[in-house]
């Protein structure tokens, strides 16, 4: 009984932290956008760059429109279906990222 009411504390918790964590998330594509140009590597590197960046857009109104629950399973469904994608988008989302708040 604990752990399911831990786990609705926590699922309650998240859906309340959606709207802040998309602004954020969009906010991060925004600075990626802009800084995308000045990143080593020329316009391949910019090109990846503005498409990671659409990608996190869309990942903001995507947490915009689901809850915890919608977002789990999608999640598990899209992992299963292309796992190699999923590790992609991740690696390439975090280079950037650190790429653009390094400077």
Excluded: C, W
Aim: glycine residues 10%; positive net charge.
């Amino acid at each position: 009984h604990k752990i399911q009411e831990a786990n609705r504390t926590m699922q309650a918790k998240i859906d309340e932290n959606r709207g802040p964590a998309a602004e954020k998330l969009q906010s991060a594509a925004s600075a990626l956008h802009e800084k995308a140009g000045a990143l080593p590597g020329g316009e391949t590197v910019a090109g990846m760059a503005h498409t990671t960046a659409d990608t996190m857009n869309a990942t903001a109104d995507y947490i915009r429109q689901h809850d915890v629950k919608g977002m789990m399973s999608g999640l598990t469904s899209y992992t299963r279906e292309h796992p190699g994608r999923m590790l992609v988008t991740g690696l390439a989302a975090g280079f950037f990222i650190g790429l653009v708040f390094r400077r």
